[in-house]
């Protein structure tokens, strides 16, 4: 499990903790039905809000996240096409290497074949 998903995991317990422990709280203390109802209106704006400010803070790390992995996903496309253009003209170069000793190599056998006689 990645650190960030633990830390997610643990700040997410701890609200639902926190908004159990609270209601909890309200609901065993000796208070009208109207008081009561307000702490509850209260404690679930606050949650709500609570939530909200999280779901914010998600949405921008993931929307930074996104933009840092396109970044070097287009960085890496770019290096490896690079790469593959160095790999790509150093077989060419090879090959016209190994073409020329080849026909050089052709020329010395056939005056070879020739100061010989055959």
Known sequence: MSRE???NGVLLGAIVGGAIGAISALLFAP???AHLREDLS???KEISEKTKDIATAVGQNTKEL???????TKEL???IKEEAGDL???AKKSNQH?????????EDVKDGL????R
Request: net charge positive; aromatic share 6%.
């Open 5 to 7: 998903h633990s830390s």
């Open 77 to 79: 496309a770019s290096n």
């Open 31 to 33: 208070k009208s039905g």
């Open 42 to 44: 209260s404690k679930f």
């Open 114 to 117: 020739a100061t010989s006689g």
């Open 98 to 106: 190994i073409m020329e000793s080849f026909s050089t190599a052709k």
């Open 66 to 72: 996104a933009a840092t992995v396109g970044q070097n």
């Open 88 to 90: 790509v003209d150093h």
